[in-house]
């Protein structure tokens, strides 16, 4: 981490938790956080589960966002969420998901209009970016981090309100992180991507996460790394006490400097 730079822990709950299983685990949560700990926490729960998680830590330091959401305004998109219905629930979207662009098959483009969206509508997007195995193993990581991030951010002036996550795809839900120093690499590129666009000192300020089997174990020397702003969780943020775990290293590091 850097003094620079906010810390953020978000708690990507993906396809998990029914309605009330949602509201238990942000009790949970928010019990086993407690006071401040220097760090923006959010919880990530699915669209159903949105409203009532607000609900759960109003009154709270925690922070909410939606998975994914349509660029569109409004209209005629069956099954879809739109920004105008998040603004009113919750302060943050994940957009560009590895899962989203794999399953789903968003490309940089359509991620693009989504960033933009979130922007108009006062939402902050958590933008994700990061490398498939096949492409680490071809020696593209490099590559294809810049495609994404400038993809992703094209067009954008004001990046205040933009968070980026470095996800790599081969460390996702496979128990194996990234080690700190490749985490630490990815930021890096990020973050030189977007010097190169907006320059030094908005990519100074731009917090960067690293994502993938972030655990409770693994976060302090994750979080350690000067480029590593704090972690987009997935698994482990369905454990209350885990994630509070993760939440206290990053606060621990911050603490640090
Ligand atoms: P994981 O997921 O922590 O389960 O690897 C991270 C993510 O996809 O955001």
Known sequence: MNKRRVAIVAGN??????????????????????????????????FISLAAVADEVRGSDLHVAAQNMHPEAKGAFTGEVAPTMLQDVCEYVVIGHSERRAYFKEADDFINKKVKAALAHNLRPILCVGETLEEREAGRTAQVLERQTRGGLEGIVDLSRVVVAYEPVWAIGTGRAATPEDANQGNATVRRTVASIAGAEAAQRLPILYGGSVTGANAASLFAQDEVDGGLVGGASLRAEEFATIVRAAGAQKARM
């Open 13 to 46: 709950w993906k396809m998990n938790t029914t309605l009330g299983e949602a509201r238990s685990l942000a009790q949970g949560v928010r019990a086993a956080i407690g006071g401040a700990q220097g760090v923006t926490v959010i919880l990530c729960p699915p």
